[in-house]
């Protein structure tokens, strides 16, 4: 029931893809900075699922940066599940951005056509 829940609460759709990124921020601590290499494992018009290995606090401001076109977003933590010594984290963009992960052929309740 939870699951579903959470699908309902979804405002577009995810997609399984592996987009090198890099987290840049500042530890949920606040005592150190946050510069990582990560790999998306889901993405969506509205952010991202990623596995990292810093401490991050739901609500916390992060920055994303796209490795392949460098193009960088401010983003909030959405939610966070320990993993052994990693964090599986849900970054929410600030704004919608469904271009920003170029996919040829986006879900069509992305509202964006196709990348090119």
């Known amino acids: 029931m939870e699951a579903e ?3 309902e609460k979804r405002r577009s759709q995810r997609v399984a893809l592996r ?3 890099t987290v840049l921020g500042v530890r949920a601590e606040g005592n150190a900075s946050i510069y ?3 790999q998306t494992l889901e993405v969506n018009a509205h952010g991202a699922f990623l ?3 810093s401490a991050v ?3 916390q401001m992060l920055t994303i940066r796209h490795d392949k076109t460098e193009e960088e977003l401010f983003c ?3 939610r966070v599940e320990h993993n052994h010594s990693w964090m599986h984290v849900g970054l929410e ?3 919608p951005s469904p271009r920003f992960w170029r996919i040829s052929f ?3 309740d992305w509202g964006c056509p196709p990348a090119i």
């Open 76 to 78: 909030k933590v959405a």
């Open 51 to 53: 596995p990292i290995k």
């Open 93 to 95: 963009f600030l704004h």
């Open 19 to 21: 987009v090198p990124v």
């Open 5 to 7: 829940s959470r699908i």
């Open 106 to 108: 986006p879900p069509i």
């Open 36 to 38: 990582e290499k990560a």
């Open 57 to 59: 606090a739901v609500g």
